[in-house]
């Protein structure tokens, strides 16, 4: 199955691999269909920016359309309109105002195929350990505790966005960690994963750790146990490299603009300054602080944090999901905890900071959808005796 997304072609296989991957493709389309149409019915009674509601009444997801407005109208970012999200963030609410600019509706279209495409993600991972059936199983309760979690708000987080690009990055994770001898991560994979992380870090940069955390384990991987420390270099690179083709354009955009300072101003310093931090911790009491604030939080959206906890344990000491090597088996959780502890590390917490940790609640229902088809396959088996 990860061979369907950067396929490993050898001279003697290539016709084999090409055909294999056509057929995946065919076979993924009306699986993608399907779940379009499960997201926007889904976001139809889940999100405030739904056509079921008069209006969205939560104050961020308002000034992410005023500025998107603003963009589609001809207002540089940060420079002729303040707000303090990324611009990539914007750019998403400017094509919603070209669908509406006097509603949600846009903004609507553009969660349902943000979630449409989560949904694809978790089930290319499923894939992985699964069938057809029990994969869309699975990822459509990923998808469904997401939406349904107290932290889901209103609808139309910066964090609602990052999804998509955060399961599908974790896809080549689980790919590669469940059998490192069969599977290489290429570099047009670190290239493209790169390049969803630069997307984050332009629609909200705290985010970012969890592509660090991904990057840095498989090029310590592949320095320490596969002691090649020139391919380890050469894809860090490359990810940096995703990554600087996903930001460049915009700073093109406010340099011909003349907003690239007020855009550095904002975007970065004012976030990293504006919001105040308790000075008087002591060094060990800072490095703690942040997983004390994240278990303060989890009570904003219980099932979902004890479903993604419970996730990321089951992918550590279970034989489903990796192989047996222990770093293989801490590849995901490590991820997660990096990805979560970088979040809270300025000492902030909105109960919207917890949809990131959703992508792991995807391990919990594959584990229990592989439970029940042994258990079905049992049943059947003793109906056919």
């Not at 055909?19 to 019915?41: E, H, R, T, W, Y």
């Not at 860090?236 to 930001?247: K, T």
């Not at 700073?251 to 504006?274: E, R």
Request: with cysteine; net charge positive.
């Amino acid at each position: 199955m990860y061979n369907d997304i950067i396929p490993y072609i050898n001279n003697k296989g290539e016709i084999a691999v090409l055909k294999a991957q056509s057929k995946n493709i065919k076979k993924d389309i009306p699986v993608f269909i399907i779940f379009l149409a499960f997201s926007f019915g889904l976001l139809y009674i889940c999100t405030a920016s739904s056509p079921r509601y008069a209006i969205n009444p939560w104050n961020d997801a308002n000034a992410f359309f005023t500025m998107g407005r603003a963009m589609a109208n001809g207002a540089t970012l940060y420079k002729d309109i303040f707000e303090q999200k990324g611009p990539l963030l914007y750019l998403i609410h400017a094509a919603a105002s070209l669908i509406s600019d006097t509603s949600f509706f846009g903004v609507y279209i553009m969660q349902s195929v943000s979630l449409s495409v989560t949904a694809f993600a978790a089930y290319k991972i499923s894939a992985l350990y699964l069938n057809t059936g029990w994969s869309v199983f699975s990822s459509v309760l990923t998808c469904f505790i997401t939406v349904n979690s107290g932290c889901y708000y209103y609808g139309d987080t910066a964090e609602e966005f990052c999804l998509p690009l955060l399961m599908a990055s974790l896809y080549f994770f689980c790919a590669y960690f469940k059998n490192t001898q069969l599977n290489s991560i290429g570099k047009p994979a670190f290239f493209v994963v790169g390049f969803f992380a630069g997307c984050v870090a332009m629609i909200k940069f705290t985010l970012i750790g969890f592509w660090f955390a991904w990057a840095a384990y498989i090029s310590l991987y592949t320095w320490i146990a596969k002691k090649d420390f020139k391919k380890a270099a050469i894809n860090a690179l490359i990810f940096i490299g995703g990554m600087a083709a996903a930001i460049a354009p915009w700073l093109v955009y406010f340099a011909v603009n003349g907003g690239l300072k007020d855009f550095i101003n904002t975007y970065f310093v004012i976030n990293a300054t504006a919001y105040p931090i308790e000075r008087h911790y002591s060094f060990l009491v800072r490095l703690r602080k942040p997983l004390g604030v994240f278990s303060e939080r989890i009570l904003a959206a219980p099932v979902l944090s004890a479903v993604a906890v419970v996730g990321g344990i089951l992918y550590a000491v279970t034989n489903f999901f990796a192989e047996k090597k222990f770093f293989s088996r801490m590849s995901v959780p490590f991820v997660a905890f990096l990805g979560i502890y970088i979040i809270y590390f300025g000492l902030r917490a909105y109960d919207y900071y917890l949809i990131p940790i959703s992508v792991f609640t995807v391990f919990t229902f594959i584990f229990i959808a592989i439970l029940l088809d042994k258990l079905f396959k049992k049943k059947s088996g003793v109906i056919s005796a």
